[in-house]
């Protein structure tokens, strides 16, 4: 799981290490979020109603679910099981607290926070131009007390320059791999 605040970068690093790794593939979430131009349901996010939302809550069907500035995120266990069928090691990008709740639930879950200094994330959110100053704003103050947080998680990635990270991110993607596939052979 790949986890930290809003603009870090962890989207734009799981891109960049995806093609080394053929078995693995990113698990999409699913969101009460509107649709933004460009984005395709089921390919960026599974967009659903609040209702659907609730009642996939209800049904169990998540296998992690937070309320983010106004909005709901999610992991259906469905998606996972949709990607374990194809064959690939599953790789979620997560809101920290979600990331929290898998690792409670899976000992085995590895965890990786990027970060990077809370001017570079205010300028990267207010460069997406994708919210409101005010939504920007609620990220900004959720993105300073989710790093407080960093020392929860398994591993730490500075995003501070892009390809230095994402080699670290491969790295540590390797290790955990090979430590997999040696704990399976065994």
Known sequence: ?????????KGTLIQLVLPRFPDLAPAVSATTRPQRPGEE??????????DDFQAKVEAGEFLEYVDYVGNRYGTLNSEIDRLRAAGKA????????????????????????VTAPVEELERRLRKRATESSGAIGERIETAKRQLELQGQFD?????????????????????????????AAQ
């Open 90 to 113: 599953p790789l979620l990008e997560l809101e920290t607290e979600g990331a929290q709740r898998v690792k409670r639930r899976d000992d085995h879950a590895v965890t990786i926070f």
């Open 41 to 50: 349901d089921g390919v960026h996010y599974h967009f659903l109603s609040p």
């Open 155 to 183: 591993y730490v990635v500075e995003n501070d320059d892009r390809e230095r990270a994402a080699d670290a991110l491969a790295a540590i993607i390797t290790q955990e791999l090979n430590g997999a596939a040696t704990m």
């Open 1 to 9: 799981m790949v986890t930290g605040p809003s603009g870090a970068g």
